[in-house]
């Protein structure tokens, strides 16, 4: 037993690494939204279009991912998600050295490519996580581990890009080079170390039950209908407020690269909450979780809009020093800003709410709903989407009239429409 506990740590490191590439490059593809504005004049929505080519990918292999998990196991499902993820890495990379009149569609390509690899991670890297920690409280704690690590990671991506591409005047896909680097050397070293360790596959599923069936069964109920709603909404939300802040404080005073600052602070805020979170989650239901967060969020949203820009204040942002080294500072930002970045700690916690709330009480149809859950994942290309067209007609601080009522939706889940009317038995 002690040489099998051995044998995993590398496979276990591995799937962290993972845990944190799921965020290293979902998280890139709304900074780049800033080079693709600079290198070919996007518009908003435009720029937000690399981000929602992403996020398809989840409405396109959300399902598609759990039946190739539950026909191939773990590790094959692993090693997929893995090459998938460097050819489309690799193929954005790609798009910083062909033509300008195809480079905008070469990235939009790889975009979707990688998005494809990110819904298969997301399949696998939870259960198998915790099937290498021995499942309970081992393998919870290994999960936890992995989601700080992914919070890492997705605060240190829009400051490094903000690094990367400076003050420019016209930000090049070559200038952030360095972070495909990174991620095709991650993909390339997982792969590899996979290919060589032997992991422990799950138990086979009960098959007593179609796909047709369970997710027929799934959808006879209210709570999770509009709770799936709920996680369409709310990943849009997630990636909406970081995404069009970088965006605003880029063609400010303020300039690109405190902006990427800015915005990875949203992201460690998102941390910190996880964290709280998770040490009160046994005492506090999700209900009041997710009504609270909701409701501050709507209160920090409406108080950003309506505040004036010309009031400035400093936050203490994750910055990169003079001597080269990261560290925290203090950056000047309009009032607004600081508003959106506390909106970090309402987001961090509630994917995990809504999801509670969403399968209380669905029994054998819990499986059929983690597959509907992992399709509307797609909320967050789709809603940023329409930001971007807002903002393009009214501007960037009245685009959030779209995050206000999206959180007003996630306030009415949380008090009225989690409500279970039926349970399922398990």
Known sequence: MESTKQNYTVPIIMMILLFGMIAFVTNLAAPMGIVLKDQFGATNFQGMLGNAMNFI?????????????QRVGYKKTALIAVAVGF????????????????????????????????????????PMLNTLGGGGNK?????????SFNSVMATFTPAFVGILIGEAAKAQISDVFPVMYIAL???????????????????????????KDSMKGALQYRHLILGAVAIFIYVGVEIGVPGFLNFWLSDSPVGKTTAGYVAGTYW?????????????????????MLTATSLVGIILIAAAMFSS???EVSIPVIMKSAAGSVSFGLAEVPINAMLLVLVGLCTSIMWGGIFNLAVEGLGKYTAAASGIFMTMVVGGGILPLIQGKVADIAGYLPSYWVILLSLG??????????????????
Not at 414 to 423: E, F, W
């Open 185 to 211: 050397g991650v993909f390339g070293l997982v792969f590899f170390v996979l290919m060589g360790v032997k992991i422990p596959e799950p138990h086979a599923e009960h098959k007593g039950i179609s796909l």
């Open 87 to 126: 050819i489309g890495v690799g193929v954005q990379y790609l798009s910083g050295h062909v033509g300008q009149n195809i480079a905008f569609t070469v990235y939009l390509i790889g975009a979707l490519i990688a998005g494809f690899s990110m819904t298969l991670l997301n399949t696998v890297v939870n």
């Open 309 to 311: 820009p010309a009031n």
């Open 57 to 69: 990918a989840y409405a396109i292999m959300g399902i598609p991912g759990g039946l190739l998990l």
């Open 139 to 147: 393998g919870n704690q290994l999960i936890q581990v992995g989601g």
């Open 268 to 288: 460690f805020l998102m941390l910190i909450g996880r964290l709280v979170g998770a040490s009160i989650g046994s005492k506090v239901s999700s209900k009041l």
């Open 409 to 426: 939706y996630l306030l009415f889940y949380a008090l009225i429409g989690s409500k279970v009317h039926k349970r399922e038995e398990a």
